[in-house]
């Protein structure tokens, strides 16, 4: 990787390239380098070349470094049989509406809550907030029951994307990162706006939302993760096969099918996201860094 | 600590006057909403998520934890759901073996991302390729990585990697999720794995906003790199290191897919019943929704006790 | 100035967003039970999964060739995964309302679906009208799916438990592999002569996790001649001399001859895919076990044979039997419960149609000949024509199983509430089978409490 000499970290830069210094640095760097790339590449190679053995091979003691006989055909059946085009499909579907639900519904809200005084703003806020404190698993039976039959308008949400979506936008963390985020935003720059006339969606729109681009980053990020990590809730609220996620699916297959194949379909799975995540890496990271996560 | 103490955050000294008025003039609620119907506006849809998500649940499970329905007839039965998960002899199995883990997955899952992000912003060489390596974990679908962890690292015969290993190099094997005292400590090494990308992330993030002249004064001051990371890194990440703590402890109480995947549900004597997993076992196994809310309520009950002595403990420190 | 204009024009398209979304959802609710044209819609469950390709083509098939001889009958399948009744994703559904019209059950979830009040009453449909073989329905089949008078269900299968054993290993331990073991100390010996082939290989396998381990522990507790539940069904009466011999038996051969391999905590498709690889001499299990082993987890039909469920010091004293049927959704018309039946009469109970389409079966990689599903009643016509379609067809050798329909040993059915009850001994099974100082008396009280607790809470 380049060489960034600019910012000085916990020991300086001069003391790394001055003998013992330099000795340890290097030592340092290869065993790190060596030990990481054994222990989170290695399951990843015994994954990929794990499902490419047959039933017999893997149940064998001790095991082989390299497939005897490689199956391919695992990952043809896990492709098929798990219909995976369609769970990655859904799974990210449901991703995108999250972003874009959270990134709409929760930005209005701290928006209003940091810059428009609403009655009663820092009382709902304080119940946003002290619902971070609550675990969805406390509330998963009440919630379950909830979008079985939802209050008032008696639909049941089961197996429709918006059970999760919707949840996903009581979101307390994410009003809470925008609203600090929008408070710093200096109060002058509202006061030029409002005298030039621009509404509060204009002044969101065209002032507060460009400026906020890495903290709205930030929230797609959590956003996707959170989809992408979920497992009780999807496995509840989209019971049926042609709505699983990607993670529900796999392990409903497990139950009926041989260890290679369902390992075949991990490896699968994990293919799309990883191509995204080496894409968007460096935003990811910018994003992490200037978005207002500082200490 | 702020989160749950300062909404304003920062904005909390000297608050700047709104940009539009509402509060100078005594009016009604209605023309205050009326007056700022676009604030309100903008609020309405995170605030009826919340309330119908969130808020409105949380009645709803206290509520339905003093109910028992059956074939479609709920009658009110006072404490007896209570009763029965308490006298459950897994509930307090459980919630050993929660804390248990959550002690564990502090001590692993919350100290190694924070050593490693450190470790990491000082090397000037494959710094991406390590921060991928650490990332890629995380990009598996959870289930995927557990099944990873049960089909090859944690096979009790010496098929398994870990045992395969272990036994190459002369040392005693284990049965990993078949043996009670294992079991906790697997799931946790299995659970660290697999989530500790975004931790160092975040921390990685953190340590870059760090100014390095606090370092070099410290430096000059005769400070070792261990005192440096005392009275420099930690510090001035507190806040960071904060958040993630109580979302750490948060996430870590709801144990659920590691057992659920990894111990095929209870374990071995239940060494791996979790609360979590019990709330799912009394819901849907048992069915028994009302047993199950109950027991929701006493973990909330439970959260809320840890968090106000969290708060105050934090408060002291400020 | 417009400043006012544009705030409620803003107010409203998030108000209007909101309730669109919301009204979005409602649209994929029911679909009406009959359409424009007169025709009847069910949906139905339990359409097998992609994997299992041939079975698919077979059920696709079976809708096509009935809609085309009722035309104004639409069949709407649905498929709920590999297993059709998963007992937690059962309960969601349930309680979700989610149910198909015509839903898959065992025959073990009676209770479960009356509690959640989604089950209709079909005793005025069920008859010759609907169903022409009703009459050679095994009278104990509709029995069980029938409470208080009233029929719930339709059975559309039945099986009860034997002990399936891999002959190639039989033959390379050097035992007999046409005289299956007939008692446990005999399980208990060839266990050991199978396992010392070594290689990973266990010589007996057994459940421990997921609701199966209470199940197969149930089957064991048969043999003894125990019962799980006191006759009236409200106390447990597995802690005692027959349950203890039970959990004895295990310990014996997982830790005082090490014949049960290492890998515990097993269920349903573990032990499969271990026997499927050929890991596995020896397990209880129904002979459609072997189907799932071939078609599921790569194995081999010529492999396996199947006797009689062993007995203590003889033959066992009772097996577990147990089965499936389809229950119909509350609220449905009359029409839709006529067209509900037909189907099922069409697809599960007419000799030489659907699952008796043995012609059909016997070219692909489904057994043909296994002593199942047991869904006529002895000396009925159906049976007899079932019987012998199945004999002209038989694509495995029907000896593999003539020890076990040759010694059959009473069938006793599954406790009330089992599946919550089975999860319990769960705990009994891997405490046994994981833990070589275990202690048989407190697993039993414990499990004793646990389902004596569970089954005060359920009355």
């Known amino acids: 990787m380049a060489q960034d000499s600019g910012t000085r970290t916990l020991i300086s830069h001069a003391q790394l390239r001055r003998g013992r210094g330099r000795v340890l640095y290097w030592t340092l760097l290869t065993v790190v380098v060596v030990g990481f790339t054994l222990v989170f590449i290695g399951p990843l190679y015994w994954m990929v070349t794990g499902a490419l053995k047959s039933g017999q091979e893997i149940a064998q003691t001790p095991p082989s470094l390299f497939p005897q006989d490689p199956q391919p055909q695992n990952y043809v059946d896990a492709w098929t049989n798990l219909n995976l085009a369609k769970l990655l499909f859904n799974t990210f579907y449901y991703a995108v509406g999250a972003v874009l639900f959270q990134l709409v519904l929760d930005t209005a809200a701290a928006y209003s809550l940091s810059k428009l005084r609403p009655v009663f703003g820092n009382a709902i806020l304080g119940l946003m907030l002290a619902t971070l404190m609550i675990p969805a698993m406390v509330l998963i039976v009440p919630q379950y029951v909830t979008v079985i039959d939802l209050p008032i308008l008696h639909l049941n949400l089961l197996d429709s994307p918006f059970a999760i979506w919707l949840p996903l936008v009581a979101n307390a963390f994410n009003i809470f990162l925008l609203k600090r985020f929008f408070d710093s935003i200096p109060e002058d720059l509202m006061a030029a706006a409002l005298v030039d006339g621009a509404t509060p969606l204009r002044t969101l729109w065209s002032i507060i939302l460009p400026m906020s681009r890495p903290i709205l980053g930030v929230v797609s990020i959590f956003a996707v993760t959170a989809v992408w990590k979920d497992f009780l809730w999807p496995k509840l609220v989209m019971p049926s096969p042609e709505t699983r996620t990607v993670s529900v699916g796999i392990y409903a297959f497990a139950g009926g099918t041989p260890m290679n194949v369902v390992i075949a379909a991990s490896v699968i799975a994990a293919i799309p996201t990883v191509i995204i995540f080496l894409v968007f890496q460096r935003n990811i990271m910018s994003g992490l860094t200037t978005g207002s996560l500082k200490g | ?318 | 100035m417009s400043v006012p204009q544009y705030r409620k024009a803003a107010a409203l398209a998030l108000v209007a967003g909101l309730g669109l979304s919301l009204a979005a959802c409602s649209t994929k609710g029911d679909d009406p039970g009959k359409d424009a044209g007169g025709k009847v819609t069910i949906t139905v469950d339990c359409q097998p999964v992609g994997s299992q390709k041939e079975l698919l083509q077979n059920w696709n098939d079976d809708v096509a060739e009935f809609q085309r001889q009722n035309p104004d009958i639409v069949i709407k399948s649905v498929s709920v995964g590999e297993q059709c009744n998963n007992p937690p994703d059962f309960t969601a559904r349930l309680a979700g309302g989610t149910v198909t019209d015509v839903f898959y059950g065992y025959m073990t979830d009676l209770q479960q679906v009356l509690d959640s009040g989604q089950a209709m009453d079909i005793t005025p449909y069920a008859n010759k009208d609907t169903i022409p073989t009703w009459d050679s329905v095994d009278p104990a089949l509709k029995e069980v799916f029938t409470d208080g008078g009233k029929l719930y269900a339709v059975p559309v299968k039945n099986y009860s438990m034997g002990l399936v054993y891999n002959k190639v290993l039989f033959q390379r331990a050097g035992l007999d592999v046409n005289n299956p073991p007939k008692t446990w100390p005999e399980v208990r010996a060839a266990a050991k002569k199978i396992a010392a082939l070594g290689d990973g290989i266990a010589g007996y396998a057994e459940y421990s996790a997921g609701n199966t381990g209470g199940w197969h522990f149930t089957s064991l507790l048969y043999s003894q001649g125990g019962q799980v539940l006191t006759p009236d069904g409200k106390k447990a009466d597995f802690n005692n001399a027959m349950g203890r011999q039970v959990l004895q038996n295990l310990k014996d051969m997982r830790y005082g001859d090490n014949s049960m391999g290492s890998r515990q905590l097993l269920q349903w498709g573990d032990l499969l895919t271990n026997a499927g690889a050929g890991k596995v001499g020896m397990f209880i299990g129904a002979p459609d076990t072997t189907q799932a082993i071939v078609s599921q987890f790569q194995g081999k039909f010529q492999d396996w044979a199947m006797g009689p469920l062993p007995g203590q010091d003889g033959p066992a004293k009772a097996t577990l039997g147990g089965g499936e049927g389809y229950f119909f959704k509350k609220g449905l018309t009359p029409e839709q419960v006529k067209a509900g039946l037909k189907w099922i009469a069409y697809q599960k109970l007419t000799p030489g149609k659907g699952q008796f389409d043995y012609v059909r079966s016997k070219p692909q990689n489904y057994p043909v000949g296994l002593p199942q599903p047991l869904l006529f009643a002895n000396g009925s016509a159906a049976q007899k024509q079932e019987l012998d379609l199945r004999k002209a067809n038989a694509n495995v050798d029907t000896a593999n199983f003539a020890a076990f329909e040759a010694n059959p040993v009473p069938i006793k059915g599954e406790p009330r509430n089992a599946q919550a009850i089975y999860a319990v001994l769960d705990a009994a099974m891997s405490g046994v089978l994981t833990n070589p100082n275990a202690n048989i008396d407190a697993l039993l009280k414990t499990a004793e409490d646990k389902v004596n607790k569970l089954l005060a809470a359920g009355s």
């Open chain 2, 1 to 318: 600590m702020a989160i749950t103490t300062a909404p304003g955050a920062t904005g909390a000294p000297g608050r700047p006057a709104p940009p539009y008025p509402s509060g100078w003039r005594r009016t009604s609620l209605g023309r205050k909403v009326r007056d700022n119907l676009t604030g309100h506006a903008f609020l309405i849809g995170a605030v009826l998520c919340f309330a119908v998500f969130s808020w409105y649940p949380m009645v709803r499970g206290v509520v339905m934890s003093f109910q028992r329905t059956r074939r479609g007839q709920t009658t009110w039965v006072g404490w007896d759901n209570y009763a029965r998960i308490v006298d459950d002899p897994s509930f307090w199995t459980a919630w050993k073996n929660t804390f248990y883990f959550t002690i564990l997955a502090l001590v692993l899952g919350y100290a190694v991302p924070f050593l490693v992000a450190i470790l990491l912003n000082e090397f000037r060489h494959a710094k991406g390729y390590l921060r991928i390596l650490v990332y890629l974990p995380v990009m598996l679908p959870p289930a995927s990585a557990l099944f990873l962890f049960k089909f090859y690292a944690y096979d009790p015969s010496e098929a398994g990697l870990f045992n395969a290993t272990l036994s190459a190099l002369h040392l005693p094997t284990s049965e990993w999720m078949q043996s009670p005292g294992m079991t906790m400590p697997a799931m946790v090494i299995a659970s660290t794995w697999m989530n500790m990308g975004s931790a160092v992330l975040i921390y990685l993030a953190a340590l870059q906003n760090i100014p390095g002249e606090l370092y070099e004064a410290a430096e000059l001051d005769g400070a070792g790199i261990w005192r440096r990371i005392v009275n420099v890194t930690i510090p001035q990440t507190r806040l960071i290191l904060a958040l993630l703590a109580m979302l750490q402890i948060v996430a870590t109480m709801q144990l659920f897919i590691e057992p659920l995947i990894l111990a095929n549900g209870a374990g071995t004597g239940d060494s791996a019943t979790s609360v979590a997993y019990l709330i799912y076992q009394h819901g849907f196994f048992q069915n028994d929704l009302n047993g199950a809310a109950a027991l929701g309520v006493i973990m909330l009950v439970v959260l809320a006790g840890f968090s106000a002595g969290y708060v105050r403990l934090t408060a002291k420190q400020d």
